[in-house]
């Protein structure tokens, strides 16, 4: 193996020494993930150019390191930060933020997106020409990547799209021999050298519709015939399900994704949202059932959200729906990285406590209205369960109608929108994401030890929605939240346990309570290393790295060279 020195040498001739990390302070940002999961990195490398990128690959396989390849860092499992420290080899994370672009082609019908684009940005992009991408609000609002949701097959909110996937992408790979190749599957001529590839692809030198192979797979356009069918005995979506592997797609970070070819979609001119509340869950799996079979045209979103998670949401992520709604989306990615700043410096100064930061934003959101439209703080006084449906104008009538024929008779009631009424529901949906771990940075919580996540996929079938824990387990939480993509029945769940639970044991149980229900896991935010891959997944995984030199052990798969 060849010295730390050589490697950190060989990357400063690459990238110059400013965008070559080696303190713990300006590696923390990149070394810990976003909700969970942390280890050590040799190194965090930052390229700026595509070919930057390609020459920081060609040294870390000269000097035999690991290559941990970083997006946005906004995942849910660990998946793109080092877990722990104990690998057969020095990691080398290689951060693609700056590597920005996104390409739109084939008369605004495709794009082409760039390592570090956000879903973000690709919307903005797109806006100009009445158009969207797979993903809008969601992710997109803590700077998700594009190439990310795809390595990932995230699932996304909504609902006609399907999880993220492309058989058309440019990447490179470590063959058997340790050779480095650059393959280019984006089905666009680019020239024969990976010099030639990148100059092509990033001065946009290309013709499109001209490649032998232009033609296939460019999202997953099958994915609404697969929801309505509610008879099924399997999950509409989840990782590792061999429909949605295909080179990037579902890669987990074993190869470097360079670009992908994407599917653009008109965007709707109008919308109408309704907002259901209800105190039987019952009501509402049995509302989807009829929705998915009766309506003419699918809605766009159906996002759940359970009261204890809007309450912590309301209290202790409100700083965040703030932040997206003076802001804008695309801020947030720089706040979260200035408050990461701000976090290391008050370690440093060792007079304040650690999580300071995190008191200081709480007493702001303690003090401060909840700033909440008012028919929505009275839904949640009435009710358990809160549902959301978004419907393009033309089709809402249809849905109104079939709503109205629904509750005539139930407990259940709904209310049709206004602006700000839908506005304030989607916020508060999506700050959902951020309120477990923002209450454990205020209480001093160790997350990794006592926050424990689960992304489920249940059975189109399914005759339950939440995660019914038995007596004992219950009496194991301190805290809960559970939200989720209701129509693809897939079910975000957190649980902050007490001090002293053993975490492991709490998961392994509730798992063993999944697997009885037949559900699949993970849904959407990949395997990470908090949950086992399945064998295929593992079979795909081992085809597209054969030396297990990038992100060994994702998956809980081996971490040595060669996989032995």
């Not at 956000?118 to 903005?124: A, C, D, P, V």
């Amino acid at each position: 193996m060849v010295k730390d020195p050589e490697i950190i040498s060989r990357l400063e001739q690459v990238l110059g020494k400013e965008q070559v990390l080696t303190s713990e302070d300006s590696k923390a940002y990149y070394t810990k993930g976003y909700r969970v999961g942390s280890g050590k990195a040799l190194a965090v490398a930052v390229p700026q150019t595509l070919m930057q990128l390609w020459q920081v690959l060609e040294a870390c396989i000269a000097c035999d390191k690991i290559i941990l390849m970083q997006a946005a860092n906004t995942g849910v499992t660990g998946g793109s930060t080092p877990d722990g420290a104990e690998y057969d080899r020095d990691v080398i994370i290689v951060s693609t933020r700056r590597l920005k672009g996104v390409q739109i082609i084939d008369e605004a019908r495709q794009v082409i997106a760039f390592p570090g684009s956000t879903l973000t940005e690709l919307e903005k992009a797109l806006l100009p020409h009445g158009k969207e991408p797979h993903s809008v609000i969601g992710s997109s609002c803590i700077g998700a990547s594009v190439i990310g949701g795809v390595c990932n097959n995230s699932g996304g909110s909504l609902i006609r799209r399907g999880p993220a996937f492309t058989e058309k992408s440019l990447f490179a790979r470590i063959n058997a021999d340790g050779s480095l190749q650059l393959v280019n599957h984006l089905g666009i001529e680019l020239g024969s050298t990976p010099e030639e590839m990148i100059a092509n692809l990033e001065s946009h030198h290309y013709s499109t519709g001209t490649a032998a192979d232009w033609q296939g797979k460019i999202w997953a356009d099958d994915y609404a015939g697969i929801l309505r069918d509610v008879e099924a005995d399997t999950p509409t979506r989840y990782n590792g399900n061999v429909q949605y592997l295909h080179d990037s797609s579902g890669s987990a970070g074993k190869v470097a994704v360079f670009a992908v070819r994407l599917s653009t979609f008109d965007a709707s001119e109008k919308t109408r949202t309704f907002y259901i509340g209800t105190n039987d869950e019952a009501e509402l799996v049995a509302l989807r059932r009829t929705l998915l079979t009766g309506l003419t045209e699918l809605p766009l979103q159906a996002e759940y959200i359970h009261r204890d998670a809007f309450d912590l949401t309301l209290r202790y992520a409100k700083h965040m729906c703030w932040a997206i709604s003076r802001f804008g989306p695309e801020a947030l990615p720089g706040l979260m990285a200035n408050k990461a700043k701000w976090d290391i410096r008050v370690k440093n100064l060792k007079i304040l406590p650690h999580n300071f930061v995190d008191k200081v934003l709480q007493f702001a959101n303690n003090v401060t209205p909840k700033g909440v439209a008012p028919r929505i703080l009275a839904w949640r006084d009435k009710f358990e369960h809160h549902l959301m449906i978004k419907a393009e104008a033309r089709h809402a009538d249809e849905l109104q109608q079939q709503l109205e024929q629904f509750f005539s008779g139930r407990s259940g009631r709904y209310f049709a929108c206004d602006e700000r009424e839908e506005r304030d529901a989607f916020l508060l949906r999506f700050g959902v994401g951020g309120c477990t771990i923002s209450y454990c940075d205020y209480k001093g919580i160790n997350a990794d030890q006592r926050l424990v996540a689960f992304d489920v996929a249940l059975r189109r079938n399914d005759t339950e929605w939440r995660i019914k824990l038995p007596q004992a387990l219950r009496d194991q939480v301190q805290e809960e939240s559970c939200c989720g993509h209701f129509f693809c029945f897939v079910n975000h769940q957190d649980y902050i346990l007490k001090p002293g639970v053993d975490a492991v044991a709490f998961k392994h149980a509730v798992l063993d309570y999944l697997d009885r229900r037949g559900a699949k896991y993970p849904a959407e935010h990949n395997v990470g290393h908090l949950y086992h891959a399945s064998c295929e997944y593992e079979s795909h995984m081992r085809q597209l790295d054969p030396t297990n030199s990038c992100n060994p052990g994702i998956g809980k798969t081996s971490r040595k060279k060669f996989w032995q």
